[in-house]
Each structure stands twice: as structure tokens, then as C-alpha cells.
């Protein structure tokens, strides 16, 4: 069985992403969704598994926060956050989350661990993946697939100075001031400005440590 595995689309479905996909005989979605329509466009090719993300609000209730079901004689696990992993993964055969944006496989004893990594809108100049798993007689081969980025990579300030500037956009979030208006006021990149805003509001708890984590810079 060959198995599309996709997460954090964030209301973007890209052309490569649905050609890749198209001959799957499943695909897994693990949240941030962001709307129906992206579920219903991967029903056509495929039936789907998706559970919701902490970006997949109201119109998301009826979506489940994580799903443990049988799969080409695979037993896997799906949730949105690693954190929400059950404490005993050994039942699993596979299990699939994201939430990071980044890209990771590994193993736990005979328990296979994957983030596809994100396929929605590029966060600064983190790569953009997803997974395809062929599955037969219980052996796995997994093919990360990578979206070449098209445009210049996102200039990034050097750590010191970038964290200067995310506690400065953070700030004047609170104030309620648009990413725009930031950028021109401090003569920032905006398209940078606009990155770190989103990272904030939707992750409201997050530090500022926390959004240079998730940059992947710290």
C-alpha cells in the first residue's frame, strides 16, 4: 500500500503536493488543516485520516485530536502535537504527528516515528516536505519528499538582533498594531515581520525563545 502523509497545510494545498499524491491509496493529514475544503480536495484523490490541529478551530469540532486505527495490518497513532503522544507507544507500528514544521524520522524499538514536516506556507526558510510511505508484508519504505522553494531565501538578522526584533514585533502586536504598519515603523522586512506575528498569535504562549525555536535558529 502506498500512503500519503501530510500535516500542517495551513489552507494552502500545493499543486506538487496533490500530484505527488495522486496514485496513493490513503493519505493521513496530521492538523492544522485550517478549512474543510482542503479535506474534501484529498477525498478526491484518496480516503483520508486527518485529526485536527491547535490552528483547526470551529469548523473543525467534528475532527479528532488524535486516531488509533488499523492500517494496511499497521497499528498507528495520529495526533497534531508530540506532546499528546500515549505514554506506552510500544502497540504502534507507526505513528504520525506535526505541529514543528520540521521534517523527522526516527525510531522507538519497533515503533516508527514520522513528522512530514509542513507543505502549507513556507515559515522563513524552513524546507517544505511531506512523506510517502509503501508499506508490504509488514516492511516500510519511507521517501521524503521536499518542494524546491522558488525566490530568494528570507534574509534573517543574526541572533542577537533577531531576538531583539521578535520581542519588538511581539510587543507591538499586543498593541495592536499590523505586521505592515511594524515593518515600516522600525523599516523591518515586512514579509519577516508577518512571519514572526503568525507564529505568535498562533501560539499564544509561546516565548520569545520559543518563536526563534520554531524559526530554527535557536
Request: hydrophobic content about 35%; proline content about 6%; aromatic content about 6%.
Amino acid at each position: 500500500m502506498k500512503i500519503g502523509i501530510i500535516s500542517d497545510t495551513h489552507n494552502l494545498l500545493r499543486p506538487e503536493v496533490l500530484s505527488a499524491l495522486n496514485g496513493c491509496e490513503t493519505i493521513l493529514h496530521a492538523g492544522d488543516i485550517c478549512r474543510q475544503e482542503i479535506v474534501d480536495e484529498l477525498e478526491k484523490l484518496a480516503p483520508v485520516y486527518v485529526v485536527r490541529g491547535n490552528n483547526d478551530k470551529e469548523w473543525a469540532e467534528h475532527i479528532p485530536f488524535y486516531l488509533d486505527f488499523e492500517l494496511a495490518g499497521l497499528r498507528v497513532f495520529m495526533t497534531h502535537k508530540k506532546t499528546d503522544f500515549p505514554d506506552d507507544l510500544s502497540p504502534y507500528d507507526l505513528v504520525v504527528f506535526g505541529h514543528s514544521h520540521k521534517y523527522s524520522e526516527s525510531h522507538q524499538d519497533r515503533t516508527l516515528l514520522l513528522n512530514p514536516g509542513c507543505c502549507g506556507p513556507r515559515r522563513f526558510n524552513q524546507p517544505i516536505t511531506f512523506a510517502i510511505l509503501e508499506t508490504e508484508d509488514r516492511n516500510n519504505a519511507v521517501s521524503r519528499i521536499e518542494i524546491p522553494h522558488k525566490g530568494n531565501p528570507l534574509a534573517v538578522p543574526k541572533q542577537e538582533d533577531l531576538k531583539a526584533q521578535i520581542a519588538t514585533v511581539v510587543k507591538e502586536i499586543q498593541k495592536g498594531r499590523s505586521p505592515e504598519k511594524i515593518a515600516i515603523r522600525h523599516g523591518w522586512n515586512v514579509d519577516l515581520v508577518e512571519q514572526i506575528a503568525r507564529l505568535y498569535v498562533t501560539h499564544p504562549d509561546v516565548t520569545v525563545d520559543g518563536i526563534m525555536e520554531k524559526m530554527g535558529v535557536k
